[in-house]
């Protein structure tokens, strides 16, 4: 049965109790004929026009009431987007308004997983190719060993060398893998601010001391393609509040990207500074081809490869920047990139690209004494100056 049906039935039943008043009254001969038809007529009169009021009055509230019907039934349909107006008495309004959040948090909900099924789908196509070139070269590689169809020594040697860089090449993918899972299922909340960061139980690691036990690894990749390395640091320590392997992770994926993406005999730029909010700044600058304005957000998703500049002819997995941003974010910090800025880049240097992220600033030197000492033992790298 409708509102409107009850509240009239409702009405109804007043007034006919109030007739039924009324003639006992005139039974009790407590009132007159006169009195009884007059009160009667009376009563009719307000029960005509309470019924009136209550049939003009209810429609707004069964139109409120229907659209929000409605509207769960476009939802129900798969229409996320559906809403309903704020419209009839106060209390309906209300209710009408939680309706439109509830409808705007699952349409959200609902795009995020979608965007997360399409991200699936992308990591999985990605991954496949990812490892069916190498498995294939090992593959085509073994199998001409195995038959003896390469009889000089000097091609063995080699087709063995290219196996063995593919197994390091899978085996870096596998293990980029593991370690971006391992930061997803360690992520936490940021912590709401410096201090509280201050406080973590991270042992704080100075940038100068990382990149002393850093560099050193890049010296063969670098004296390979004739690359210059030079490290711009200012004279007072630079103390960062996270510990020196994240720091160093950090510092050797965005070194990777600037080495695999530079001309040959170009150089890289190394520089930290303290920054504003109690945060270090660290960038890392290369002269490559540079990274598009439009790329320049997708370039730290999972696998994500630039077309031109980025592209898989690189030989990078797509994994290395999205494991820095994971790290320095969840250090609290933040990571980017932007155009390189080299005062005079050399003849056929292109634009190149600076990596940047910054981490909270730590307390005090860990080192203590050992700074001057740790000056001493950074000698040249591979060409670097600083």
């Known amino acids: 049965m ?53 049939f003009l009055l209810v429609r707004p509230v069964e139109a409120a009431v229907r659209q929000v019907g409605e509207g769960s039934a476009r939802i129900a349909d798969g229409d996320l987007g559906a809403r309903v ?8 309004k209300t209710l009408a308004g939680q309706f439109n959040e509830m409808g705007g948090r699952l349409e959200a909900s609902f795009r995020q997983l979608q965007a997360a099924e399409a991200a699936r ?11 069916r070139t190498p498995l294939a070269s090992l593959q085509a590689y073994a199998e001409a060993l195995e038959d003896d169809i390469v009889p000089d020594e000097p091609t063995k040697r080699r087709y063995m060398a290219t196996i063995r860089g593919e197994s390091i090449r899978l085996g870096t993918l596998i293990r980029q893998l593991f370690e971006i899972s391992t930061l ?50 200012p004279d007072v320590p630079l103390v960062c509040g996270l510990a020196s392997e994240s720091l160093a992770r950090i510092l050797q994926n965005l070194l990777e990207n600037a080495v695999r ?47 031109r ?14 494991i820095a941003k994971s ?6 910090g933040r990571i980017g990139v932007q155009r390189g800025d080299a005062a005079a880049p050399e003849a056929g240097a292109g634009p190149g690209s600076a990596f940047w992220f910054t981490v909270p600033a730590g307390r005090g030197d860990p080192a203590g004494g050992a700074r001057a000492d740790a000056r001493k033992a950074r000698t040249e790298i591979a060409g670097t100056n600083v």
């Open 261 to 307: 993406h530079s001309p040959a005999g170009g150089l890289i730029r190394i520089a930290g500074e303290p920054a504003d909010g109690g945060m270090v700044r660290v960038s890392v600058a290369d002269e490559g081809a540079g990274v598009r304005e439009a790329d320049r957000e997708r370039i730290f998703e999972r696998f994500y490869r630039a077309d």
């Open 121 to 131: 789908r992308e990591l999985v196509a990605n991954l496949a190719h990812d490892l």
């Open 85 to 92: 107006p704020l419209v009839g008495p106060a209390e309906l």
């Open 184 to 233: 997803d299922a360690a992520k936490r909340p940021l912590p709401e601010s410096l201090a509280d960061m201050a406080r973590t139980d991270s042992v704080p690691c100075v940038l100068e001391d990382v990149l002393v036990e850093l560099l050193p690894r890049f010296a063969p990749s670098l004296d390979a393609r004739g690359l210059r390395l030079r490290v711009s640091l």
């Open 309 to 322: 500049a980025r592209g898989r002819d690189g030989g990078g997995a797509g994994l290395g920047l999205a």
């Open 327 to 332: 790290l320095a974010e969840q250090a609290g």
């Open 2 to 54: 409708r509102l409107r049906v009850y509240l009239l039935l409702a009405n109804a039943v007043s007034l006919l109790l109030i007739v039924v008043i009324l003639v006992c009254l005139y039974q009790y001969m407590l009132l007159s004929e006169r009195q009884l038809i007059w009160l009667t007529l009376a009563s009719l009169g307000a029960g005509l026009l309470s019924a009136l009021l209550h």
